[in-house]
Nanobody
Framework: QVRLVESGGGLVQAGGSLRLSCLSS????????MGWYRQAPQKQREFLAS???????NYADSVKGRFTISRDNGKDTLFLQMNNLKPDDTAVYYC??????????WGQGTQVTVSS
């Protein structure tokens, strides 16, 4: 059974930092291209960042320079380090298997709230 479990969300003041984690099970995590997405109220889900099996990364312009995606294949875990957070970053954050085994599988999300 494939599972993606996000954690690390919470309430933070503007300018603060959070580190999200996504623990994978039931899939060959090291082979997967993984991504982070978010969805704010009344907005469409948007792409934030992706990382290939080999560690190549790609970022949306809205988070480039503030967010860093990384992975630990030994622990089947995906990370998103978020710095200099802004109130507009408030959203539910999701991890996703972009390609590989269990393609297009999503986690349940973790809430991030940034206060001004």
């Amino acid at each position: 059974q494939v599972r993606l479990v996000e954690s690390g969300g919470g309430l933070v003041q503007a300018g603060g930092s959070l580190r999200l984690s996504c623990l994978s099970s039931g899939t060959d995590f090291s082979r997967n291209v993984m991504g982070w997405y978010r969805q704010a109220p009344q907005k469409q889900r948007e792409f934030l960042a992706s990382i290939s099996a080999g560690g190549s990364t790609n970022y949306a312009d809205s988070v480039k320079g503030r967010f860093t995606i990384s992975r630990d294949n030994g622990k089947d875990t995906l990370f998103l380090q978020m710095n200099n957070l802004k109130p507009d970053d408030t959203a539910v954050y999701y991890c996703r298997v972009i390609s590989g085994s269990a393609t297009n599988f999503w986690g349940q999300g973790t809430q991030v709230t940034v206060s001004s």
